[in-house]
């Protein structure tokens, strides 16, 4: 006989190839749950006691996120950040997006003159609508 086959039909050799989707689909979905645990990291990193309010609204979704911790560091979109490096940020994304929002979270330990500081700062190049990041409370009910 000219081929391998046996008598039956059927190929004695080894089957060599490897089949490589379903490794690329475990990659991906492993990928995936790096991305989403990354960010949860990355908030988990940012600790601020927010001061609570009965009236707080819904999160904003915004451009320029500033954090300001009990001691004072300040945190531009999750990265360490200093005023300079914040209103050099501010005015850039300012001048190319003029509909540009920040929402300044700060711990409720911090003085009260360092978050209009902010606030000053964000005006000052160019961004007209801010919000102060609040945990919302529980309304009592009653008088």
Not at 83 to 99: C, M
């Amino acid at each position: 006989m000219a081929g391998s086959t046996n008598g039956n039909g059927e190929d004695e050799g080894l089957l060599a190839t490897i089949n490589i989707i379903p490794f690329v689909d475990i990659v991906l979905v492993l990928l995936i749950i790096f991305m989403l645990t990354s960010i949860a990291i990355v908030r988990a990193s940012m600790v601020v006691n927010l001061p609570k309010a009965a009236t707080g609204g819904a999160r904003v979704e915004s451009t320029v996120n500033i954090v300001c911790n009990k001691d004072g560091t300040l945190m531009l979109n999750g990265a360490s950040s200093n005023k300079e490096e914040i209103g050099k940020f501010v005015k850039r994304e300012s001048a190319r997006n003029p509909k540009l929002q920040a929402v300044i979270a700060a711990d409720k330990g911090v003085e009260y003159g360092n978050v209009v500081d902010l606030i000053d700062l964000v005006k000052r190049n160019g961004v007209s609508a801010f919000a102060l990041d609040v945990e919302r409370e529980m309304a009592a009910s009653g008088p």
